[in-house]
Each structure stands twice: as structure tokens, then as C-alpha cells.
């Protein structure tokens, strides 16, 4: 499944704190940020109608198989296998355990995601840095504004597990939905070899993402991951893993260490 938003469909799912953050307005006057998110709302209008942004989705049956994810049925089945927190007073977490496991004979469910926005907004700005800078963050913006507006129908529409949800987006920026989108990149998916894996079954090409050597998306901003209903699912950071649990990894993924270790190098 395909979506297209238009710059107004998803400008109020901006979440404005990290535009802040990433101008370093903290601790500026008031003034200075109320100019600034002016500013931001007038380059937003300008943009209806030139630029948009893209969310492609597909949910498949699922089941957990220890640390693996299992997608798919069949000989169409593909593992993703995930990082298991080890490190002393953690609770030892995997995304895994969000998943009804193959062992219960019954199948679960999983979403897999990307969003991205139109490739001028990154490319269009070159001759002005400030004006390049600020359609950059607003890029960024706009592409996680587009997964909050994509996983709040899919909640509630195309998967449909949480029909009557009725959530502000102030609720929804504050994560009190049921269930979880943990990105590429991000704390507790931090291999962003896993993009090659998502693109093999969204075919990423479809909304104008290609990835590099390292599984890097561009346009730069742009956000994969998952989407997990559970409703005990959880964020978490994976934090250090040792080399036992990276040979596993390695393993269940088929791939060599040494290619492995370059993407999970902070965590090693």
C-alpha cells in the first residue's frame, strides 16, 4: 500500500520539539522561537502543491521463532532476525518478544513501513544554506509526521486493531497508542543493514528511496521500520552486545561478521 500526502495533510503531525532541538533553540527568548516557527509555517505553505510526502506500508503474517522474526507463510517466508539486550539490569529485551512465536500454532501479524517526502525539498535549496537548512529539518520533519499520520491509519483502518482509538496528536507524539514503531537506526533496531531487508519486501524504489553501500535511505529524510501491535510492546535501547552475541547474529543473518561489525559498531 501506497500513500501520498500533501504538505497540509501532515503539517499538523509535526512534531515541533525536534525542529526546535535541531535549530538549538534551547533556552532562546520566546520571540526567537515564535519567529522561527513562523517562518517554518510560511516555507511549509509555499511548498502545498510542489512537494510531498510518501508512506509505503505492507502488513504480513508473523511469528517470532526465538530471537527471529518470521514473516511471511510459506516458501514466501523471510527471517528477520533481531539483537537481544544482554547487558547486566537490563530486562533483556528483543522486539521478538512482541510477537506470538511460531511454537503457539497461531499466526500473528506485523507492519513494515517507510516514509519519505519529495527529493527538491533536499535538492531544490542549494543556492541559500539558510534556506537549504531550513527545508532539510522541515524534510525530516515531514517524513515522521507522515509515519505518525500512516501508523494512525493503520491502527485504526487497514490493520484495524484499534477501531475506536481517539487520540489528540499531542497524545500520539507522547506514544499512548497501543503498540510500537521502532525505526531503522533507532535504539532498539539499530542495524541499518536491516533496510536491504525492507526494501527486498517493499521495494522502497515505489516512493523514491534508494538506499547506499552502508543502508542508508536517501533522501536523507526519510524513516523505515516496523509496526508492532502488542499492547505491552515497548521501546527500548539495545545498548552493548558482546561478540558471542554478534557471531549469532551473524549467523542467523548469513552474513559475514566483519560486514556486520561496520553497522554495530557503536554497539560492540
Known amino acids: 500500500m501506497t500513500l501520498t500526502y500533501e504538505i497540509s495533510d501532515i503539517a499538523s503531525y509535526i ?3 525536534y525542529f526546535y532541538h535541531a535549530w ?3 533556552g532562546k527568548p520566546e520571540t526567537e522561537i515564535q519567529k522561527l516557527r513562523q517562518e517554518a509555517e510560511t516555507a511549509l505553505m509555499e511548498c502545498e502543491g510542489r512537494y510531498q510526502a510518501f508512506a509505503r506500508f505492507r502488513l504480513f503474517d508473523a511469528n517470532s521463532d526465538g530471537d527471529d522474526l518470521i514473516v511471511g507463510t510459506g516458501r514466501e517466508h523471510v527471517s528477520i532476525p533481531f539483537l537481544r539486550q544482554q547487558q547486566p539490569g537490563s530486562d533483556f529485551l528483543c522486539l521478538s518478544d512482541f510477537v506470538r512465536p511460531l511454537s503457539s500454532g497461531i499466526s500473528d501479524r506485523i507492519g513494515i513501513f517507510a516514509t519519505s517526502v ?3 525539498l533536499e535538492t531544490d535549496y542549494d543556492a541559500d544554506p539558510y534556506q537549504k537548512m531550513m527545508m532539510q529539518l522541515l524534510a525530516d520533519r515531514l517524513a515522521e509526521a507522515a509515519a505518525e499520520r500512516m501508523h494512525e491509519e493503520v491502527r485504526k483502518h487497514y490493520w484495524g486493531y484499534a477501531p475506536e482509538e481517539n487520540l489528540t496528536i499531542a497524545e500520539m507524539q507522547q506514544e499512548r497508542f497501543q503498540g510500537i514503531r521502532p525505526a531503522v537506526g533507532y535504539p ?4 541499518t543493514s536491516l533496510n536491504f531487508v525492507i526494501d527486498s519486501l ?3 524504489s515505489q516512493i523514491g528511496i534508494r ?3 552502508s543502508g542508508a535511505m536517501k533522501p536523507h529524510a ?3 521500520g516496523l509496526m508492532i501491535a502488542h499492547p505491552r510492546a515497548r521501546y527500548f535501547s539495545l545498548g552493548k552486545i558482546g561478540e558471542d552475541q554478534l557471531l ?5 543473518r548469513g552474513l559475514p561478521v566483519e560486514y556486520l561489525r561496520r553497522f554495530l559498531a557503536a554497539n560492540l
Open 222 to 224: 526519510s524513516v523505515s
Open 24 to 26: 538549538g533553540m534551547s
Open 15 to 17: 512534531n515541533w520539539v
Open 211 to 213: 538506499l547506499t553501500q
Open 188 to 191: 532498539s533496531l539499530p542495524d
Open 202 to 204: 517493499l521495494d522502497l
Open 248 to 252: 549469532d547474529y551473524a549467523r542467523r
Open 118 to 120: 519529495s527529493h527538491g
